[in-house]
């Protein structure tokens, strides 16, 4: 999805460095997993957080991190699941949590049909890091205006809205980063249309519990 240059810079970002615990919530294909199981190091340790709330899909996400768990060199990998509130009953205190492209998500029905609204996630998270922790959100960029309007429809959160409901549980803007934006979105058109796809205008936060 990302050159080389923009991985290095997106793993700098996250703070991600030797001996850290992360938690990738909602790793995907393991990308993430792989690049900070090889960040932290033997001493470090990372947790493939699958929620509950997509373990059903066709893909066989929980399956598919048991088995990245399992390359050689992936003995600092967790591969868990749980409903997204109960993240901290699976996973030890973190340095960092890492959400990339799944924020919007928390904001549809298939996600809150079991109460993981972003509230209540946001206060998990919270629960989780340790003090001076990193939450690093990483998401498609939506109007100014929309607020999570178009979150089911276009798959877009607008950047406003995520620091603000992620500010309200506590935490503090680190910093923000202009790394993945793209002017040339219109923030018209769904994310997966063939026109925009792996192109379009994200937005990195990256917060800190005090």
């Known amino acids: 999805m990302y050159d080389q240059s923009k991985i290095s810079e997106l793993i700098r970002f996250s703070r991600v460095g030797a001996g850290s615990t992360v938690i990738d919530v909602y790793p995907g294909d393991g990308e993430w997993t792989r690049r900070f ?10 947790y493939s957080f699958v929620p509950a709330e997509v373990a059903h899909f066709k893909t066989d996400p929980v399956g598919l991190m048991r088995t990245l768990a399992k390359e050689p060199g992936r003995q600092n990998v967790r591969a868990v699941s749980a409903e997204l509130v109960a993240m901290p009953q699976v996973t030890q205190p973190a340095d960092i949590l890492w959400l990339h492209l799944f924020y ?96 379009t205008d994200r937005f990195a936060y990256r917060f800190v519990r005090p």
């Open 104 to 199: 919007h998500d928390l904001h549809t029905p298939l996600i809150q049909a079991r109460g993981a609204t972003a509230a209540a996630f946001n206060r998990a998270v919270y629960e989780r890091l340790k003090p001076g922790g990193f939450y690093v959100v990483i998401d498609h960029a939506d109007s100014v205006g929309a607020g999570a309007s178009d979150a089911q429809s276009l798959h877009r959160i607008e950047p406003g809205t995520v620091r603000a409901e992620v500010e309200a549980a506590g935490f503090v803007l680190d910093e923000e980063s202009a790394m993945l934006a793209n002017a040339d979105d219109s923030h018209a058109v769904k994310v997966f249309d063939p026109s925009i796809k792996g192109k």
């Open 37 to 46: 199981s090889g960040a932290v190091g033997p001493q470090g340790r990372v």
